[in-house]
């Protein structure tokens, strides 16, 4: 059975249509990212999939469960971690997890022995009792990460987890994405930063304009393309060819190279395949 199953999603905001008709699964355990530009229409999915807002048409499940048809029982299964941090700055870290455990009705018992766990599974234990103001910008969002978990939900929603974030609060927040996908949840993770997706995700969605284009593993995706890529350089800007291994790229930058012009040989990445399938930049 899969963990998530969303047939045909429409969401129009009067003349708005910011989906389309999407549809996509999602098996148990596994990282599907969501990679799409500006405006896509990624939130929209993840506030419609957590129940925010209501969809125009369509149906969606989680494991057996109708999410519109039974959203409090649906809501039990999935965690939500927002694109803006909504934690309370001027209540301690446990006191936020102490609330969004009374939300979920938990007891105060659960949420002690719960929150203890999770503060020290983010590295957050220390700070337990401190204000949240107190935090750095990568603490408040493990902070937010961890407040998803507490209810233990099958299915985590990350929409743009770690963006505004330096390099090395990105990756540190990728490894533990990572860990909380080992321990079993499903998690579906909205970017823009191909790299982020590349990492992490065992399948990519490219979304754009409302509409999945393509669906697949990120080195499937890069396989269709090829194995190397040749930049060119051109008065008219850049140009990239594709090929299936470093002797046809070679060949083909040597056949150019009398000529004045920037040649780049390098692999096919993730963003190559994006660009080549929504043929716009994210
Ligand atoms: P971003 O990367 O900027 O978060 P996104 O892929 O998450 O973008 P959405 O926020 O889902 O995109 O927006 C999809 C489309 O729906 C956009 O055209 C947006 O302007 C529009 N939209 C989203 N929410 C509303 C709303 N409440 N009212 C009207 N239009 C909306």
């Given at each position: ?221 890069i396989?269709r393309l090829g194995e190397f890529a040749v930049d060119v350089v051109k008065e008219e800007g850049l140009e990239t060819k594709y090929f299936r291994n470093r002797e046809e790229a070679e060949k083909f930058a040597l056949e150019l190279s009398g000529q004045s012009q920037t040649i780049t040989i390098r692999r096919v990445n993730?963003e190559d395949a994006?660009v080549y399938?929504?043929?716009?930049k994210?």
């Amino acid at each position: 059975m899969d963990a998530v199953r969303v047939e045909n999603l429409v969401k129009e905001y009067g003349p708005i249509k910011a989906l389309r008709g999407i549809s996509f699964r999602i098996a148990p355990q596994i990282l599907f990212a969501f990679l799409g530009p500006n405006g896509a229409g990624k939130t929209t999915t993840i506030r419609i999939l957590s129940g925010l807002t209501r969809p125009t048409a369509g149906r969606a499940f989680f494991f057996d469960v109708d999410v519109f048809g039974e959203p409090v029982k649906a809501k039990r299964l999935a965690g939500l971690v927002p694109q803006t941090i909504n934690l309370d700055l001027e209540l301690t870290l446990y006191e936020n997890l102490l609330i969004h455990g009374l939300l979920f009705g938990l007891s105060q018992r659960e949420i002690r022995r719960r929150a203890e766990e999770l503060l020290t599974f983010a590295d957050l234990l220390p700070r337990k009792n401190h204000k949240v103001r107190t935090l750095s910008g990568g603490m408040r969002r493990r902070l937010l990460i961890i407040r998803a978990l507490l209810h233990q939900p099958k299915i985590l929603f990350l929409d743009e987890p770690t963006v505004g974030l330096d390099p090395h609060i990105r990756r540190r927040l990728w490894g533990l994405i990572k860990r909380i996908q080992q321990r079993g949840t499903t998690i579906f993770l909205t970017t823009h930063y191909i790299e982020e997706a590349e990492f992490l995700a065992d399948r990519v969605a490219f979304i754009d304009r409302g509409q999945i284009v393509i669906e697949d593993t990120p080195k499937a995706l890069i396989a269709r393309l090829g194995e190397f890529a040749v930049d060119v350089v051109k008065e008219e800007g850049l140009e990239t060819k594709y090929f299936r291994n470093r002797e046809e790229a070679e060949k083909f930058a040597l056949e150019l190279s009398g000529q004045s012009q920037t040649i780049t040989i390098r692999r096919v990445n993730l963003e190559d395949a994006f660009v080549y399938f929504t043929g716009r930049k994210v």
